[in-house]
């Protein structure tokens, strides 16, 4: 059996989201009893919280939504990187030696404790040129274990418009705490949702033997 690493943050009403984004909620339709035979829910959250995949939708007005995106950068090899540095960005140096026979998805880990229980506007995120640079290698799909590719006070979304002009998959929110550096299979396949602009995933890892 291959080892399985489970890479996706628990999702409660304890998750953080951007501020003014909407939190978790939820409420029962019904519950189970001596008249019901089950329990439902009813959820409400934002398309971003936890580990999810931005759609082209989220910054690009005529971008594909999440439920049109193609499934295939989401489900093969990728390798991860650790740039646990405490910079602010990801500059093509922390990259560069961990690229040679690279498969065509990175995931960065930037800390060795993912913040996912509290909002802080402090994280890391990729400087717009080691996207580029990543593009240039045929990279298929980035992830990164902080809330955005682009800094929380960003209003341009630099980083983001890489990832747009090429095409680029994103993954982020994940949680590499426990992920040594090396290859893996990646499996974080977004939601059907049609008119959406991310989707949550439930992204894991395996071992490739």
Same mark, same amino acid.
Do not use: C, F, W
């Given at each position: 059996m291959r080892t399985i690493w489970d890479i996706s943050p628990p999702v409660s009403d304890r998750s953080p989201v951007f501020p003014g984004d909407t939190a978790y909620q939820q409420r029962w339709t019904a519950t189970l009893d001596t008249h019901c035979p089950v329990n439902v829910a009813e959820i409400r959250l934002s398309t971003h919280l936890g580990a999810h995949a931005d759609a082209p939708l989220h910054y690009d007005p005529h971008g594909p939504s999440a439920g049109h995106m193609a499934l295939e950068p989401f489900l093969g090899p990728c390798r991860v990187i650790h740039a646990r540095h405490g910079r602010p960005l990801i500059e093509p140096a922390d990259l560069l030696p961990h690229l040679s026979n690279c498969p065509p998805r990175i995931l960065v880990s930037t800390t060795a404790k993912a913040k996912y229980d509290a909002w802080s506007d402090h994280f890391t995120a990729f400087a717009p040129s080691s996207l580029q640079l990543l593009a240039d290698q045929g990279i298929q799909l980035v992830g990164i274990d902080t809330p955005s590719v682009d800094p929380a006070s960003?209003?341009? &979304?630099?980083?983001? $418009?890489?990832?747009?002009?090429?095409?680029?998959?994103? *993954?982020?929110? #994940?949680?590499?705490?426990?992920?040594?550096?090396?290859?893996?299979?990646?499996?974080?396949?977004? &939601?059907?949702?049609? $008119?959406?602009?991310?989707?949550?995933?439930?992204?894991? *890892?395996?071992? #490739?033997?």
């Open positions: 960003s209003k341009t &979304l630099e980083s983001h $418009q890489v990832l747009r002009h090429h095409a680029m998959r994103v *993954l982020e929110n #994940l949680v590499l705490d426990e992920i040594a550096p090396g290859d893996y299979e990646l499996i974080a396949l977004p &939601l059907a949702l049609i $008119q959406a602009d991310a989707s949550p995933v439930r992204a894991i *890892l395996r071992s #490739l033997d």
